[in-house]
Antibody
Framework: QVQLQESGPGLVKPSQTLSLTCTVS??????????WSWIRQPPGKGLEWIGY???????YYNPSLKSRVTISVDTSKNQFSLKLSSVTAADTAVYYC????????????WGQGTLVTVSS | SYELTQPSSVSVSPGQTARITCSGD??????ARWFQQKPGQAPVLVIY???ERPSGIPERFSGSSSGTTVTLTISGAQVEDEADYYC??????????FGGGTKLTVL
């Protein structure tokens, strides 16, 4: 059974960089069948796709966030990471990592999510 | 930009059929998927490719498509089905677009 687990600081100051890591267990991140995704959900609001990465390092970002987002992968640790720069209160959200199948674009496994609050 | 529109809420009594719609021009060309989100839990995929059901998802969950609208149907809704439901699609085979979500109340 594939499991994903987000980790990182729960509090980030405005203008700083938010950094999160997703650790994948029960499956290899180097599988060519999947993209590895980040999605967020502000409190009481809907979901927003941030972007995803392939094990080779190819990335695809939401155009609305592209200038501030970097997603990277570490296949040796079976992890992928998110960096979001110049954060504001509007970036306060639950951040999820998820697996996205290349064949079908199915978000079939998700992490539990981690709340990141942007506040001084 | 691509947009998917869902009703904000749907209410049914236990045992009734719940229908949740998702509309958007992209759905005329791309498949929709649905997932269920309960408070404090990870989302769960319940429908993919408009109408396919992943293993382990009860048969009462079904999906259909017509033009630019897809529908998630829960036949004989149960109290445990109360949750938020989101549709999404992969516009341009790159960008993932989510609907705004529908809160299903079963009481």
């Amino acid at each position: 059974q594939v499991q994903l687990q987000e980790s990182g600081p729960g509090l980030v100051k405005p203008s700083q960089t938010l950094s999160l890591t997703c650790t994948v267990s029960g499956g290899s991140i180097s599988s060519g069948d999947y993209y590895w995704s980040w999605i967020r959900q502000p409190p009481g609001k809907g979901l927003e796709w941030i972007g995803y990465i392939y094990y080779s390092g190819s990335t695809y970002y939401n155009p609305s966030l592209k200038s501030r987002v970097t997603i990277s992968v570490d296949t040796s640790k079976n992890q992928f990471s998110l960096k979001l720069s110049s954060v504001t209160a509007a970036d306060t959200a639950v951040y999820y990592c998820a697996r996205l199948s290349r064949d079908g674009y199915n978000l079939d496994y998700w992490g539990q999510g981690t709340l990141v609050t942007v506040s001084s | 930009s691509y947009e998917l529109t869902q009703p904000s809420s749907v209410s049914v009594s236990p045992g009734q059929t719940a229908r949740i719609t998702c509309s958007g021009d992209v759905l005329a060309k791309k498949y929709a998927r649905w997932f269920q989100q309960k408070p404090g839990q990870a989302p769960v995929l319940v429908i993919y490719k408009d109408s396919e059901r992943p293993s382990g998802i009860p048969e009462r969950f079904s999906g259909s498509s017509s033009g630019t609208t897809v529908t998630l149907t829960i036949s004989g809704a149960q109290v445990e089905d109360e949750a938020d439901y989101y549709c999404y699609s992969a516009a341009d085979n790159i960008n993932v677009v989510f609907g705004g979500g529908t809160k299903l109340t079963v009481l």
